[in-house]
């Protein structure tokens, strides 16, 4: 294994793991207790979609928009798993452990070290997934930890988190002219729409305007 896949795996597994701090505040400044926070970094762990649960739940939407919500923003990772399947060849219950970690930095670290070999990809995959996993999780409690220490989420200007994470999240993604306008599109229905439906529908309907203009990008 080359020193490279070592490198680009620990320095995103510690960059990428240390994010979590974040969820753990938004998490307990949406109202979730920090077991709950723990749990959502331990069974779910995929930033996105945690912060989606987090968000809608901390707004007062259903248990069934926010495990929508989630889905919808973690269905890439189905496709990671369809790329990834012929590289890694598991089974069992590494295969299992294979689908936990299946993120966007534990592919692209694979997928970026395939022209060396399988072997290096494959490793490359598996040191940052774990790393991730592993740093993710503890900045998560850390971050949980801390944010129940300061009393009322609010007073601190800590309501505000998940709006702010969703929005780092999204900026740099905003790279050509028709992300820019799909973005600007979901934003002004989803203002459209708060007033009107329970917290978490607005989210998923927004998930109409991508769909939209890859529809008529291919028409």
């Given at each position: ?52 649960v987090?968000?809608?739940?901390g ?83 850390l ?12 007073q ?10 969703f ?18 599109s ?7 729409l ?7 529908l ?18």
């Open positions: 294994m080359s020193r490279a896949v070592i490198r680009d795996s620990l320095s995103i597994s510690i960059a990428v793991g240390s994010y979590g701090a974040a969820f753990g505040v938004a998490s307990v400044a949406a109202g979730l207790s920090i077991a709950q926070t723990c749990a959502l970094s331990l069974l779910l762990f995929s930033g996105a979609s945690q912060f989606a987090a968000g809608v739940l707004a007062g939407g259903s248990a069934l928009s926010a495990i929508a919500a989630s889905a919808l923003l973690a269905l890439r990772n189905g496709f990671y798993g369809a790329r990834m399947a012929p590289l890694l060849q598991v089974r069992g219950l590494k295969r299992l452990l294979a689908s936990q970690i299946t993120i966007d930095e534990s592919t692209a670290i694979a997928l970026a070290h395939e022209s060396k070999g399988a072997a290096d990809a494959r490793k490359g995959f598996w040191l940052t997934g774990v790393g991730i996993y592993f740093f993710w999780n503890l900045a998560t409690l971050g949980a930890l801390g944010a129940n220490a300061l009393g009322d989420p609010a601190w200007g800590l309501d505000a988190t998940i709006p702010a994470a929005l780092g999240l999204l900026w740099p993604r905003l790279t050509s002219q028709l992300a820019r306008v799909v973005g600007i979901a934003v002004a229905l989803a203002l459209i708060t007033p009107l439906l329970t917290p978490g607005p989210i998923i309907a927004c998930v109409l305007i991508p769909l939209i203009a890859g529809w008529r990008m291919r028409s």
